[in-house]
Each structure stands twice: as C-alpha cells, then as structure tokens.
C-alpha cells in the first residue's frame, strides 16, 4: 500500500481525521499514517513534517477558491472577493486554523491577495491603505467565524449537560432583565434571527461603506 501513497493522498486523510475531530492540535502525521494503514516514516517521504502538511492544506483550500466575476465598482469586487471567502472555509473542517498558522507562501494565495490589493489601489487607494483594508477584512472575517466555532463549542457543552455553563447563560438572563439592559436584550434577540453569513456580509458592507480612497 506504501507504494501508492501520494501527497494528495496524505492531504485529503489529515482533512478526513479533521473532520472527525475538528481540533489541530490533535492532528499529528502518526495519526494520518494509521488513517492510510501505512508507518509514519513512509509519510515524510513525501510531507516533511507537520508545519509543511499544514501548508499543503492551506494549499489545497486556497486552490478551491473561485474568483468573482468582473464587477461594476471596487466595493462589489471586494464585497464579493469575502464572501466567496467566506464560502471557502466553510468547505473545510479547521480552515481558519490552517490558515492562521501557515505562510501563505503558495501562487494561488499570493495572486488573490494581489488581486485584491490591485482593485483597491486602481480606485485610487495608497498601497498603505489597500494593505490595511485587506488585512481588517481577514481579520473580520476570522474573528466572526472562530468566534462562531467556539460558542458552538460551548452550545454543544450546555446541551451535553455542562450545569455550570447552563447556570452562566440563567445569570446572564437574569441580569440583563432585572437591570433593564433593553438594547443588550434586543441585540440578542437580533442574533437570533439573523444568519451567520447575513450578519457577515451586512457588517462587511458597513465596512466597505466607510472607506474613502482618498485618506
């Protein structure tokens, strides 16, 4: 079986093993060796080690990403280069993770990043600006999305039956009501109603719309 083992093989068992256990801490290259039934030398032959496997994920998401189409202005390109980000990692288990922790030293990262830093600075935008643009909307599309992970984490403690977490949220509730906090009332209750990507791409535009090329 060592003999045909590939990269690409390598890769898509280390998504497999993320996918049942969505933590990557918990991924070692021992593991996606017993995951393709081969030793774990075998697997350096072609992964040099576990920061390199990382990287060959962080790869293989960005391969999958699908430029927008031509748009009528700056905003909507970049409005629509985040949001065909935000379908991306949604494609795969711990993406924001792989992401964070690798350099996006690969071609298909580096020619969207360019991409988009080429359409902020041809509406007129300094390379200052484009650079600090496109970094604030990473930084809020990975904020919202480990955020969203982790209080599913904790949504999946509550429902397991972790007493002090339901006793949390009844204090919460309960100091919210007795001290008459209505706009922290109504913004949960907002939240509630709202999709994760709306709530995204509602806050991205109010990003976007903010933004003047001139500064």
Known sequence: ???K???DKIIEAAFELLEEIPEIDKLSMRKVAKKLGVQAPAIYWHVENKQALLQSMAEEIENHFVPPKPQKNWKEA??????NYYELYQQYPCALEIEILTIPSYPSRLKNLDG???????AGFSIELSYMTVTSMQH???GMLLDSTEEQKLYNKVIAGDDYLKRQIILMKQYVQEQELNNIRESIDYRRTEKQKDFFMKTLRVFLNGLDPLI
């Open 1 to 3: 079986m060592e003999s």
């Open 78 to 83: 970049i409005y629509a280069y985040m949001e």
């Open 140 to 142: 809020l599309l990975f």
């Open 116 to 122: 988009m830093l080429g359409i902020l600075k041809e």
């Open 5 to 7: 083992l590939s990269k």
